[in-house]
C-alpha cells in the first residue's frame, strides 16, 4: 500500500490535512469590478431578450390558433345557410388576431427583428391564411400584399395625439420570380405565407 494512502486505501486529499477551521477559503468576488458589471449587465441583457422571446412565442401561438379556428369556421360556409353570418364572425376573430399583432409589433419596437423571425412567423403566416382564405370566398380573387398591410394599420393616442403604427409584412428576398410561376395570382399568394414583419409609426 502507497505511503500516500489512507488506512481505507484512499488517497486523501491535500486538504484534508488541515482541520475544518483552517482551511483556506477562496478569495471574496469583488462585485463591484468592471468585469463583474460588465458581466451582470449582459445577463440583464440576456434574461430581457429571453423574456421577449417567450412573450413574443406565446402571443405566435395565440394568433396561430385563433387563425386557425377561423379557417376552420370558414370551412362551414359549403353546408351553412347563413354565409353572410359566418364571415361577420369570421371577421370578429380576425380583429382579435390583428389585437394580437399589433402586441407583436409593440413588443418589436426598436429591436433587430430577425433576432425574433422564428417567434412570430408561424403565426403571421397562419394570419395570412385565414385572411386569403376569407376574401377569397368573400371575392373569389386572391388577397393581394397591399390590401394585407392595409388591414394591419392601428391608431392610437399618446399624451392626446393620433399615432397610427403600420404594421407592414413583405415577402423574402430569396421568394421565386413571378416566371417561374404560371399563374400571378398564385405567385402573389405564395409570396405573402413567406413574412418579413417591421413596425414604423406616424402621426
Known amino acids: 500500500m502507497s505511503s500516500k494512502e ?22 471574496d468576488v469583488n462585485s463591484s469590478s468592471p468585469v463583474m458589471l460588465a458581466f451582470k449587465s449582459f445577463q440583464q441583457e440576456l434574461d430581457a431578450r429571453h423574456d421577449k422571446y417567450e ?13 386557425k379556428r377561423t379557417i376552420f369556421l370558414l370551412h362551414r360556409i359549403t353546408s351553412a345557410p347563413y354565409m353572410e353570418e359566418i364571415l361577420t364572425e369570421a371577421e370578429i376573430k380576425l380583429d382579435g388576431v390583428r389585437q394580437k399583432i399589433l402586441q407583436v409589433a409593440q413588443e418589436l419596437s426598436g429591436e433587430d427583428m430577425h433576432q425574433f ?20 370566398i368573400k371575392t373569389r380573387s386572391l388577397i393581394s400584399m397591399d390590401e394585407i398591410n392595409k388591414q394591419l394599420i392601428f391608431s392610437t393616442e399618446d399624451n ?6 403600420h404594421v407592414v409584412c413583405r415577402p423574402e428576398a430569396s421568394a421565386p420570380p413571378a416566371s417561374s410561376v404560371e399563374n400571378a395570382e398564385s ?12 413596425r414604423s409609426q406616424g402621426d
Open 117 to 136: 423571425h422564428r417567434a412570430i412567423t408561424t403565426g403571421l403566416q397562419e394570419y395570412v391564411e385565414a385572411v386569403s382564405f376569407q376574401h377569397f
Open 6 to 27: 489512507g488506512s481505507g486505501g484512499f488517497r486523501k486529499r491535500k486538504h484534508d490535512n488541515f482541520p475544518h477551521n483552517q482551511r483556506r477559503e477562496g478569495k
Open 187 to 198: 405567385q402573389a399568394l405564395l409570396q405573402n405565407q413567406n413574412l418579413h414583419f417591421t
Open 55 to 67: 412573450r413574443l412565442v406565446k402571443l405566435s401561438r395565440d394568433i396561430t390558433v385563433e387563425s
Open 160 to 165: 392626446g395625439k393620433e399615432n397610427k403604427t
